[in-house]
């Protein structure tokens, strides 16, 4: 049986998991992130981590590894990132955790890495055309058409925040432009939303679900009015790609049925007819989809 191990980088934490060629979990390990310590604590850390999971497990024959920012696959560098880890862009990922590991690596994005777990074992398995949407702190997609993932020539496909939406005219993003979906959508800003049109003081998006589940108009008005934006997204993306399957993951998912009713009531409004059924549910796996998925391009590198 093969082994690799899946690694899946963020600017909070950091983990690592042993996996089998069947796509069986056999070990993980997390550890905080060192973000503000820059590149080379992230990466000694990333190298540990790999090094617990696989210690006396046998013989590990290739590393994938899912990051946050626009990651180069050919390369294996990091091309872009925000300042979530201090100066992650420029990094050369591949290269530094194979010197560190003497093992063969593969690269990704966290969000690809995130589509490839589902598509492999959870919420998308079966199908090879899926459409991932994870929905947090920002707003993220990726594109899997015949049981691969679609990069693009920039390695920067599946940013479905940054498509516009009449919803978020006028409003900024957080990538510097405006009118784009993330600005009214994702978690910060439907906490923003809420906190600008209520009196009641929220510690964060849980609490506007919860007030939204107990009637709160405020509450069921920015969660409703969000969903549906993100949907009339969702539904244009499909008409583009075709999807067998929409799986829709990240923190703001879990908002609750009025999240997501709003959601897919946004998605037909724009889909033809012909994607009137195709099926439309959460992620199945949680944290576990990115390790899976990473590990999934190490096995394409063990052969």
């Given at each position: 049986m093969t082994l690799v191990v899946g690694v899946d980088i963020g600017g909070t934490k950091t983990s690592a998991g042993l996996v089998d060629s069947s796509g069986t979990l056999l070990a993980v390990?997390?550890?905080?992130?060192?973000?503000?310590?820059?590149?080379?604590?992230?990466?000694?850390?990333a190298a540990g981590l790999v090094a617990e999971v696989a210690s006396g497990a046998g013989d590990v024959t290739a590393v994938g590894v899912g990051s946050a920012g626009v990651v180069d696959p050919r390369r294996g560098v990091i091309v872009s990132a925000t300042g979530a880890i201090a100066g992650w862009a420029g990094t050369d990922l591949r290269g530094e955790v194979s010197r560190r590991l003497g093992l063969p690596v593969t690269v990704g994005n966290d969000v690809h890495a995130h589509a490839l777990g589902e598509q492999w074992r959870g919420a998308a398995a079966g199908y090879a055309d899926v459409l991932l949407v994870a929905v947090g702190t920002g707003i993220g997609a990726s594109v899997v058409l015949g049981g691969r993932v679609l990069r693009g020539a920039h390695s920067v496909a599946g940013h479905a925040g940054h498509v516009p939406a009449a919803a978020a005219a006028g409003r900024p993003c957080p990538c510097g432009g405006h009118g784009h979906v993330e600005a009214v959508a994702s978690g910060p800003a439907l906490l923003a939303e809420y906190r600008a049109r209520a009196a009641a003081a929220v510690s964060g998006l849980a609490d506007v679900a919860r007030l939204a589940a107990q009637g709160d108009r405020i509450a069921v008005?920015?969660?409703?009015?969000?969903?549906?934006?993100?949907?009339?997204?969702?539904?244009?993306?499909?008409?583009?790609?075709?999807?067998?399957?929409?799986?829709?993951?990240?923190?703001?998912?879990?908002?609750?049925?009025?999240?997501?009713?709003?959601?897919?009531?946004?998605?037909?409004?724009?889909?033809?007819?012909?994607?009137?059924?195709?099926?439309?549910?959460?992620?199945?796996?949680?944290?576990?989809?990115?390790?899976?998925g990473a590990a999934r391009m190490a096995l394409e590198v063990a052969g």
């Open positions: 390990r997390t550890l905080p992130t060192p973000a503000a310590q820059g590149p080379a604590a992230v990466l000694d850390t008005s920015v969660l409703a009015g969000g969903a549906a934006a993100l949907g009339s997204t969702i539904g244009g993306l499909m008409n583009v790609i075709d999807p067998e399957v929409v799986v829709v993951g990240g923190g703001v998912a879990a908002c609750g049925e009025l999240w997501w009713q709003a959601l897919r009531e946004g998605i037909a409004a724009e889909v033809l007819p012909a994607l009137r059924e195709v099926p439309v549910g959460p992620a199945a796996l949680g944290g576990d989809a990115a390790l899976l």
